[in-house]
């Protein structure tokens, strides 16, 4: 998809499970946390915060389960995937909100995270998503913190 055609009226998922379903089912999907496709695509880069560099793709976190996780829960995978990040619209403003996207990895950035290029918007995250994944967080034995950094 064209940059000057990047739709913000993607489909919302609204269940985790729903999210878990397109992930088991496809690979090289992405969560992105931003104003949403017509923004990024316009732009199509990101930019380190702390130097200011220009990236060569958006910044992303993959979905793809990993071997390692060894057939446990997709829900749990994606709830820790979404809860790690889930501070960001907080963080980053009115409007900043989670979208999934197919791309191709074409480095990494200062944080290690995936740089994305060739980018397909194909959906929003609801808020009901992002509500569940923190239960699901929250249900497990051990306390998971968030990555976000305190100003220390």
Known sequence: MSASGAPDDLRVVHELAGLAALVAERHGLYVRWSRGPRTDLGATSSTDELTGVRLPGLSANPLD????WEGRSVELWVA????DYAHLPHDQGPGVRPWVLKGRETGRGPDNEPLVVDVEPLCWIGPHVIAEAREAVARQE????TLRRSGH
């Open 65 to 68: 389960v990993e071997e390692w």
């Open 80 to 83: 820790r995937r979404l809860y």
């Open 142 to 145: 051990s306390e998971w913190g």
